[in-house]
């Protein structure tokens, strides 16, 4: 797909500095650029190389005053990062704007589906499933019966959604995500086996989420696993059943929250971070990568460790931990003084 100067700079608002007319084919780094790509400057240490790049068009900020002489047609807006990113959101648009039912694929009867719709090959959609407009699910993957999907709903290939799973509007679920898949539910039974505890509950996922590939989100035993709007998910991420977790927190890639765990909005918790069930995270709360949480957390906490403490004490006592040799030398070296005393 070409786009051109013009083109670009009406989608940002921007102020066009050069050729209206040259067109882009690509993305790159400010760096890397070459004829044809589209780049952006936006940390001040890359400024050096706008003077060299290949790139043919450079989106920049509008208190960008060039030194040099430049050969990259400028597009001058508020914010260059920010505007970049509306590029590659809008240029995924359009890459991703497939519509039509592909064959081979089963759409049960009872089903509905809306307009501009897209269901590629060997997908499959359950009985009673209710799917928005322009709704994207992409081949291999499953729909299950009485499953909501809102609009602009991307499903990519290979992803599970189960019976019963309610998506909100521009949700995106990656591939092998898995949606509604059983909680780890099982009662001990006296000779010391496990007898399964029916899981009847259901996930919601509110508008505006995000799941990342190879994510896992259970249903609930009874009522429902709920993520808020605008919840963002990394990959490889296990939610147990009856998880919630609050508006526009984001979570990194292998953690795992245990069953009835709450957690607030706008947290932001590390890769590999452990949650025990049944407690409650606050607001805003950060988690360092690599903790064990096995506590409440207050609203605005930054803890790190495993189990996990303060974050500005858990760097004081790593100053000590990290000299333990050196202290425990230090007091043999006393012992033995004190001993010849």
């Given at each position: 797909?070409?786009?051109?100067?013009?083109?670009?700079?009406?989608?940002?608002?921007?102020?066009?500095?050069?050729?209206?007319?040259?067109?882009?084919?690509?993305?790159?780094?400010?760096?890397?650029?070459?004829?044809?790509?589209?780049?952006?400057?936006?940390?001040?240490?890359?400024?050096?190389?706008?003077?060299?790049?290949?790139?043919?068009?450079?989106?920049?900020?509008?208190?960008?005053?060039?030194?040099?002489?430049?050969?990259?047609?400028?597009?001058?807006?508020?914010?260059?990062?920010?505007?970049?990113?509306?590029?590659?959101?809008?240029?995924?648009?359009?890459?991703?704007?497939?519509?039509?039912?592909?064959?081979?694929?089963?759409?049960?009867?009872?089903?509905?589906?809306?307009?501009?719709?897209?269901?590629?090959?060997?997908?499959?959609?359950?009985?009673?499933?209710?799917?928005?407009?322009?709704v994207?699910?992409?081949?291999?993957?499953?729909?299950?019966?009485?499953?909501?999907?809102?609009?602009?709903?991307?499903?990519?290939?290979?992803?599970?959604?189960?019976?019963?799973?309610?998506?909100?509007?521009?949700?995106?679920?990656?591939?092998?995500?898995?949606?509604?898949?059983?909680?780890?539910?099982?009662?001990p039974?006296?000779?010391?086996?496990?007898?399964?505890?029916?899981?009847?509950?259901?996930?919601i996922?509110?508008?505006?989420?995000?799941?990342?590939?190879?994510?896992?989100?259970?249903?609930?035993?009874?009522?429902?696993?709920?993520?808020?709007?605008?919840?963002?998910?990394?990959?490889?991420?296990?939610?147990?059943?009856?998880?919630?977790?609050?508006?526009?927190?984001?979570?990194?890639?292998?953690?795992?929250?245990?069953g009835?765990?709450?957690?607030?909005?706008?947290?932001?918790?590390?890769?590999?971070?452990?949650?025990?069930?049944?407690?409650?995270i606050?607001?805003?709360?950060?988690?360092?990568?690599?903790?064990?949480?096995?506590?409440?957390i207050?609203?605005?906490?930054?803890?790190?460790?495993?189990?996990?403490?303060?974050?500005?004490?858990?760097?004081?006592?790593?100053?000590?931990?990290?000299?333990?040799?050196?202290i425990?030398?230090?007091?043999?070296?006393?012992?033995?003084?004190?001993?010849?005393?």
């Amino acid at each position: 797909m070409k786009f051109t100067a013009g083109q670009i700079a009406g989608i940002l608002e921007g102020e066009l500095e050069g050729n209206p007319n040259i067109a882009v084919d690509k993305l790159a780094k400010i760096e890397e650029g070459e004829q044809g790509s589209l780049t952006f400057l936006a940390n001040p240490k890359y400024t050096p190389h706008i003077y060299t790049t290949k790139s043919s068009v450079t989106i920049v900020n509008k208190d960008f005053v060039a030194e040099h002489q430049l050969t990259t047609t400028l597009i001058k807006v508020d914010d260059a990062y920010e505007s970049f990113s509306k590029i590659l959101a809008y240029y995924n648009q359009v890459k991703n704007n497939k519509v039509g039912i592909e064959s081979p694929s089963y759409i049960a009867a009872s089903s509905t589906y809306g307009s501009d719709c897209y269901v590629g090959a060997f997908a499959y959609i359950g009985e009673n499933t209710k799917i928005g407009n322009q709704v994207k699910i992409y081949p291999n993957a499953y729909v299950g019966d009485n499953v909501i999907l809102g609009n602009n709903v991307i499903v990519f290939a290979g992803a599970k959604i189960y019976s019963e799973s309610v998506i909100g509007n521009n949700c995106v679920i990656h591939s092998g995500a898995i949606v509604g898949s059983d909680g780890f539910g099982f009662a001990p039974k006296a000779n010391g086996e496990f007898t399964k505890i029916p899981q009847t509950g259901n996930v919601i996922l509110e508008d505006n989420v995000d799941v990342g590939a190879g994510t896992t989100i259970d249903r609930a035993t009874l009522g429902s696993t709920i993520l808020r709007k605008g919840v963002k998910l990394d990959n490889q991420i296990q939610i147990a059943h009856n998880v919630e977790i609050g508006a526009h927190t984001v979570i990194a890639a292998q953690t795992g929250i245990a069953g009835s765990a709450k957690i607030g909005s706008h947290c932001m918790i590390g890769g590999q971070v452990g949650i025990v069930g049944h407690i409650t995270i606050g607001n805003g709360v950060r988690i360092q990568a690599q903790s064990g949480i096995g506590r409440n957390i207050k609203d605005g906490e930054i803890i790190q460790g495993s189990p996990a403490i303060n974050y500005g004490d858990f760097n004081k006592s790593y100053v000590h931990f990290k000299n333990l040799p050196k202290i425990v030398n230090r007091i043999n070296e006393l012992e033995k003084k004190i001993g010849r005393e």
